[in-house]
C-alpha cells in the first residue's frame, strides 16, 4: 500500500515543525517536500531533520497544487496564523485538498459551512491532543446530562500558551460553552490569557524548558456562599502530545476518504472514536 501524501502547511512555525518530524517517523505516510506559508516568511527553505522543505508564498501556491494533482491525493496538514484559516480552508475546498486544521481562529462556523458546500472532507478541531478532547468530550456529556448544575455558581478561567501564541486558546473558548451549559454565565472575553514569559515562570510555576511550547488551564468554580470550590486543570509542556493527535487525524481522514466521505466535518472526538 501506498504511503498517504501529506503536505504540511505552516513552516517553518514551531507546531508544524514538530507535526511534519512525527510524520516522518511514520512509514505509512509521506512529507512531501513543500509547505504553504505566508508572504511574511523571507526564506525560501527550512530543514525538517534531514529533510528539505521549499517554501511557497501565496502568488505560487496554485502552480503548486496544479503540479501535486497529478500525482494523486495529498492530505493538508495546517498549523499557520488565525488571520489565515479561513483563506486557507477556501483554497483547500476549491483544490480538493482533504485537510486537518490545528490552527485556531479564524470564522469557525464559516469554516465548517466552506467544508460543507465542498467535495471534500476535513478534520477540524482547536487541539490534537487526545487526552484533552477526551476531557473536552467528558465535560459535553456532563453539560447535557446535569444541565445547570453549577448555577449561581462563578467562574474564573486561565490559560497560559507560549508568547507565540496569537488567539486565545479554543480549548478553554469550547469549555466556556460547557460551564454555560451547566448554569455558568460567562463570556469567552471573560478568559484570562497569559503570554508574559516572566509572569508564565514567576507567577504560574512553568519550567523554564517549555515556556516556548506549553498550554495551561485552569478553570475554577465557586458557590454563590463561598464553601464550595471545584476546580479543573490540565497542564500540558511540550508539543508531542498535539503531534501525535494530528498524525492520528491524518490516517483518521485517509479511512473516511476511502469510504467516500465528502462535504464531511470531523473532529478530533471523532478521531478518538474511530470508525
Known amino acids: 500500500m501506498d504511503p498517504i501524501k501529506v503536505m504540511v502547511n505552516g513552516l517553518p512555525g514551531n507546531m508544524a515543525t514538530k507535526a511534519a518530524e512525527h510524520i516522518l517517523q511514520d512509514s ?3 512529507l512531501i517536500p513543500y509547505a504553504l506559508t505566508g508572504p511574511e516568511i523571507e526564506a525560501t527553505e527550512t530543514q525538517v531533520n534531514s529533510e528539505t522543505i521549499r517554501l ?3 502568488d505560487k501556491r496554485q502552480e503548486l497544487v496544479e503540479s501535486l494533482k497529478k500525482e494523486g491525493m495529498v492530505i493538508c496538514v495546517d498549523y ?3 488571520s ?4 486557507n480552508a477556501a483554497f483547500y475546498c476549491e483544490n480538493s485538498l482533504p485537510f486537518v486544521m490545528g490552527t485556531t481562529g479564524g470564522d469557525r462556523e464559516r469554516l465548517v459551512e466552506t467544508v460543507q458546500n465542498s467535495g471534500i472532507a476535513a478534520v477540524v478541531a482547536p487541539n490534537m491532543a487526545k487526552q484533552i478532547v477526551a476531557f473536552q468530550a467528558m465535560m459535553e456529556y456532563a453539560a447535557e446530562t446535569f444541565p445547570d448544575v453549577f448555577k449561581g455558581y462563578s467562574l474564573e478561567v486561565k490559560e497560559s500558551h507560549q508568547q507565540g501564541k496569537a488567539d486565545t486558546s479554543g480549548t478553554a473558548k469550547a469549555m466556556v460553552g460547557y460551564f454555560n451549559q451547566l448554569g455558568v454565565p460567562f ?3 471573560q478568559i484570562t490569557m497569559e503570554r508574559d514569559p516572566e509572569v508564565q515562570r514567576s507567577e504560574w510555576g512553568i519550567p523554564e524548558a517549555y515556556l516556548k511550547g506549553h498550554g495551561w488551564h485552569t478553570y475554577s468554580l465557586c458557590s454563590e456562599d463561598g464553601t464550595v470550590f471545584v476546580q479543573f486543570t490540565h497542564n500540558v509542556n511540550g508539543r508531542e502530545i498535539y503531534a501525535g493527535g494530528t498524525v492520528d487525524a491524518i490516517h483518521y481522514l485517509a479511512k473516511r476518504i476511502d ?3 465528502k462535504g464531511r466535518v470531523f473532529t478530533m472526538i471523532d478521531v478518538l472514536k474511530g470508525g
Open 259 to 261: 469510504q467516500g466521505a
Open 84 to 87: 489565515a484559516v479561513n483563506d
Open 28 to 30: 505509512s505516510l509521506k
Open 56 to 58: 511557497i508564498r501565496p
Open 187 to 189: 463570556a469567552k472575553d
Open 80 to 82: 499557520t496564523h488565525p
